[in-house]
């Protein structure tokens, strides 16, 4: 399957967006920001609507609209970490945004492309193109990298604010940061598994290490592991099963890996 292009273009998208999706979700799940991440999700798919209306390209608005909407979060929560209140009302107001936008899109000369902003909702990720993949590997790895660069302060930041504010750290910068970097992995993961979706790919692996180990680092590395084999997994299966598409294999497994992680879990405490 290899000899194709876009199965090439899509594994190379795949693989870094689930590296990104995997190491962020870790601290996401960590943090309780998993509310926070749907939102994004949905904020994204919003953007891509709002792009299509002003006839610019989707990746402007997906970007765009959710860090804009991630650092109004940042700022009416505390410490940079918004209680469901705020992230519920945020919620709200995007969805009804979405609704207006939808009615503006039907109306308009450019109607016909809410067609391909549907595929924001479930994902496209085998219409990549090279550049398009490349683009959106490169996004993933540096946010990767962001994360695990700052994966000590932040660590100490979740676990004990009180702690890292007399060490100096600073922990509202941090906070706003990270939501700003979920913004960017919610955008750039979009295109591939779908708004809908994407929560899957960022919790369940993050969720199933959380539930394997409590060492940091090397939960890190599990989620990320489990975030990238759902994505080959799934993007193999979604091949050889032409009917089945490729992000709902891709979720599948991935929660398939979180329930196995569960049962492990159970067994473990039983024992």
Not at 118 to 145: D, E, H, N, P
Not at 159 to 168: I, M, W
């Amino acid at each position: 399957m290899f000899a194709h292009e876009f199965v090439r273009n899509a594994y190379l998208a795949g693989t870094f967006v689930a590296l990104a999706c995997g190491v962020s979700g870790w601290f996401v799940v960590l943090r309780g920001q998993v509310f926070a991440g749907d939102a994004l999700s949905h904020v994204a798919f919003v953007g891509a609507i709002a792009a299509a209306v002003a006839g610019v390209d989707e990746r402007v608005g997906l970007f765009a609209l959710t860090l804009a909407v991630a650092g109004g979060i940042a700022a009416l929560g505390r410490r940079a970490q918004a209680d469901d209140v705020v992230i519920g009302t945020v919620f709200a107001w995007v969805l009804g945004l979405g609704v207006l936008l939808l009615s503006v899109l039907a109306t308009s000369p450019r109607g016909a492309s809410g067609i391909t902003t549907a595929s924001t909702l479930f994902g496209s990720i085998y219409s990549l193109t090279a550049g398009a993949s490349r683009l959106a590997a490169g996004i993933a790895l540096l946010v990767s990298a962001l994360v695990l660069a700052g994966s000590r302060p932040l660590l100490l930041a979740t676990l004990d604010p009180e702690q890292a504010l007399v060490r100096g750290v600073p922990v509202r910068a941090l906070g706003v940061g990270f939501l700003l970097v979920l913004a960017v992995v919610t955008a750039d993961s979009t295109q591939a598994v779908g708004a809908l979706l994407l929560l899957g790919l960022i919790a369940a692996p993050a969720g199933a290490a959380h539930r394997l180990t409590a060492r940091p680092y090397l939960g890190l590395a599990i989620s990320a592991l489990l975030a990238v084999l759902a994505v080959w997994g799934g993007l193999a299966l979604s091949y050889a099963i032409s009917s089945l598409p490729a992000s709902s294999a891709i979720i599948g497994l991935a929660a398939a890996g979180y329930v196995a992680a569960a049962g492990l879990d159970a067994i473990r405490t039983r024992r």
